[in-house]
């Protein structure tokens, strides 16, 4: 860390600053430059709360050198987490991890005759809510344990790994029964308990940016499950609000680089949630895999126009099978030349 002093600050100032760092057991080293003064702090194991200076007298701003997710950064863990889904394999280059299936488990019809047509299509695992956080309490809520016992049974039928989605610590261990990847979703993104708890589930959990949040505040909450003992997080791009008025959402897809450069966690997006509209998700999907993306994440039901949630985004099964086929045949050409951009 770096501590800014003030033009015009004391030297008592300075040495109440140095005495602050050297009482922590850190070591205070002054830097005077022609203008300004400035105390770099060296000796710290991890990063420091800037704000344990900023209200000493003097001090213009400290600012922080070492990255606060150290766990989830590449500063200290270079290489590319590759997290294994059966066969499959999750980051460092081998997807796309393909992820498709209702918004809601519905009925024991509705998901068995989803899982079967992605079975055939290629991908490579079954997602649908049992349990879904809904923005108005009178939507369909999700079928709960039920639902949980229905994607069992999909999953019996298929082969297919589930991902599916815990909204509280309840949830979670119902989940648990069956969840291959465990979800948690963009409003949970910063529900610290959940995160704590799914730390410590032992299944890869999938952490979707919360609808507001930054790229620094989604690594911060990948933090609290490495933290917690979890090592196999994937982050999840699903759209942020702006302004944009077109979309349900706006798909910050250049945080797909920029999360594969500070940090080594695989990267999915979801272009079901941020475009809201069906006709928007196949050229969001191929545009994520062209930026990187280890995985992507959409919706398909069998009948969107009966669908109890999130009908208007729902691929039919003949559109996901092609765009599953169209994400295939685009990875290849895109790996083969990204090198060459480096
Ligand atoms: C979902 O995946 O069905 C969902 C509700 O997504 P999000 O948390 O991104 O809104
Ligand atoms: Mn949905």
Redesign the pocket.
Same mark, same amino acid.
């Given at each position: 860390m770096l501590i800014a002093m003030k033009q015009g600050s004391t030297r008592d100032d300075l040495a109440r600053v140095c005495r602050a760092v050297e009482d922590l057991g850190f070591h205070a080293h002054v830097l005077t430059g022609s203008q300004r003064t400035a105390v770099a702090i060296t000796g710290n194991p991890g990063p420091i709360d800037p704000t344990l200076f900023e209200a000493l007298p003097g001090v213009a701003e400290a600012i922080a050198v070492t990255r606060p997710w150290t766990r989830a950064g590449r500063d200290a863990h270079p290489e590319d987490t590759v997290i294994r889904i059966g066969n499959a394999r999750i980051g460092s280059g081998s997807g796309p991890f393909v992820v498709a299936g209702p +918004?809601?488990v519905e009925s024991e019809e509705q998901i068995l005759s989803v899982a079967r047509i992605l079975k055939d299509a290629g991908a490579d695992a079954l997602?649908g809510?049992a349990y879904?956080?809904?923005s108005s309490p009178y939507s369909f809520q999700g079928l709960g344990r039920d639902g949980v016992h229905l994607l069992a049974k999909a999953k019996e039928a298929t082969g297919l790994p589930v991902v599916t989605?815990a909204v509280d610590e309840a949830s979670l261990e119902q989940v648990l029964r069956v969840a291959d990847i465990v979800?948690?979703?963009?409003?949970?993104?910063q529900n610290y308990a959940l995160l704590k708890r799914a730390g410590r589930c032992g299944r890869p959990v999938l952490l979707?940016?919360g609808?507001s949040a930054t790229a620094e505040e989604l690594l911060l909450s990948a933090e609290y499950l490495l933290d917690a003992g979890n090592p196999e997080v994937i982050l +999840?791009e699903?759209?942020i609000r702006t302004f944009s008025q077109h979309s349900r959402y706006t798909l910050d897809l250049s945080i797909v680089p920029a999360l594969r450069e500070l940090s080594h966690l695989p990267v999915f997006v979801?272009p079901?949630?941020?475009t809201g509209h069906s006709e928007r998700v196949a050229p969001m999907a191929r545009a994520a895999v062209a930026a990187g993306a280890d995985g992507v994440?959409f919706?398909v039901h069998p009948a969107p126009e009966r669908a109890l949630?999130?009908a208007r985004q729902a691929l039919l099964p003949g559109a996901a099978r092609e765009l599953i086929a169209q994400l295939r045949e685009l990875a290849p050409i895109v790996s083969r030349r990204t090198e060459a951009l480096r």
């Open positions: +918004c809601a997602r809510g879904k956080p809904r989605e979800q948690i979703g963009a409003r949970n993104m979707k940016r609808l +999840c699903r759209g979801d079901s949630h941020a994440l919706e949630s999130d």
